[in-house]
Nanobody, 121 residues
Framework: QVQLVESGGGLVQAGGSLRLSCTAS????????MGWYRQAPGKQRELVAT???????NYADSVKGRFTISGGNAVNSVSLQMNSLKPEDAAAYYC???????????????WGQGTQVTVSS
């Protein structure tokens, strides 16, 4: 019904930058929030950053001042600019979207398949 396709992961040296992008497609009536979560091996999935259709952003404390999220409902896409990357930022990054498929339906959560970010020290 809704597909989230991510791109932009890869290998970067500590202090470097990467930009992740995600585009949503499918039966989308409206969208509430898009964002990024990450999961490192042996750890729980955690919020990185989200943005609402109104443009309100939310960041994990660990990425504030280094990561910038942009996009949202208008073009059904979201990007994450990651600067000053640290080894502890290495993880699989997952795109997230809260989507309503039709009028009167509730919002459902959708996830991308993940893109790997590796940061070498």
């Amino acid at each position: 019904q809704v597909q989230l396709v991510e791109s932009g992961g890869g290998l970067v040296q500590a202090g470097g930058s990467l930009r992740l992008s995600c585009t949503a497609s499918g039966t989308i009536f409206s969208m509430d929030t898009m964002g990024w979560y990450r999961q490192a091996p042996g750890k729980q999935r955690e919020l990185v950053a989200t943005i609402t259709t109104g443009g309100r952003t939310n960041y994990a404390d660990s990425v504030k001042g280094r990561f910038t999220i942009s996009g949202g409902n208008a073009v059904n896409s979201v990007s994450l600019q990651m600067n000053s990357l640290k080894p502890e930022d290495a993880a699989a990054y997952y795109c997230y979207a809260s989507v309503k498929l039709a009028w009167g339906r509730e919002y459902d959560d959708y996830w991308g398949q993940g893109t790997q970010v590796t940061v070498s020290s």
